[in-house]
């Protein structure tokens, strides 16, 4: 479905594009300002900049899918947090994987959900986000940051970001779309892949899915 593309461009550290080789002083400030920002304020902030993107470049909406990525990528990727998303999705199996089996599953999971969603991007238009009041403490460090997108035509979309905040800001590591989770998802079929063929049988997997998503995107250059 085209919504969880949005979860991914959304937000959700502070990273920005390379600063330009006349501005070398940018980024660190840049970078500085996203991490003291709210969790609320930092997924408004970063999905109005994706968005704003994805509007006004003309390959991203023709379907480049190189282009796309690598927004993903840049702006987005920083603000996940991938460790904790994949040994949610993984389960009890995560405490049995050596080192290198966690390094790569991260790695190909990480994989798997920008070439997942991010195809759905370019099909982004009108949508209007309705961002919900943060219900938190001042001490908190987990937190829900709720939204809803509104679709011409169609029935408004919930998307709900379960977000941690570590020592570089707020990152998410769960995001539940139309009261469905992401990690819960993955985790149903990862579960059934380590019972068959074993914690390496599901990394075999998630590199032969990433093969098949990059062989099917690379037309889209």
């Given amino acids: 479905m085209n919504i969880p593309a949005v979860l991914l461009a959304l937000v959700l550290a502070a990273a920005a594009l390379p600063a330009a080789a006349d501005a070398p002083a940018a980024a660190p400030a840049a970078g500085a300002a996203v991490r003291n920002l709210d969790p609320d304020a930092l997924v408004k902030s970063v999905s109005n900049e994706v968005l704003d993107i994805i509007r006004a470049?003309?390959?991203i909406q023709a379907g480049n899918g190189r282009k796309v990525v690598e927004l993903v990528q840049t702006k987005v990727l920083p603000h996940f947090d991938f460790e904790r998303m994949t040994a949610l999705a993984v389960g009890a199996s995560w405490r049995r994987a050596t080192p290198d089996q966690r390094h790569q599953l991260v790695s190909e999971f990480e994989t798997l959900l920008v070439r997942t969603y991010s195809s759905g991007l370019a099909a982004y238009r009108n949508q209007v986000i309705d961002y919900k009041p943060l219900r938190s403490g001042a001490d908190d460090t987990e937190v829900v940051v709720k939204s809803e997108v509104k679709q011409p035509g169609g029935q408004p979309v919930t998307?709900?970001?379960r977000m941690e905040k570590l020592t570089d800001g707020w990152k998410v590591f769960d995001?539940?779309?139309g009261g469905?989770?992401?990690?819960?998802?993955?985790?149903?079929?990862?579960?059934q892949e380590v019972r068959q063929n074993g914690i390496d049988g599901l990394i075999r997997t998630l590199v032969q899915k990433n093969q098949q998503l990059a062989q099917g995107q690379s037309g889209a250059r």
């Fill in 57 to 59: 470049d003309k390959e």
């Fill in 159 to 161: 998307i709900d970001y």
């Fill in 175 to 177: 995001v539940s779309i």
């Fill in 180 to 191: 469905v989770s992401l990690v819960t998802t993955y985790r149903d079929s990862f579960g």
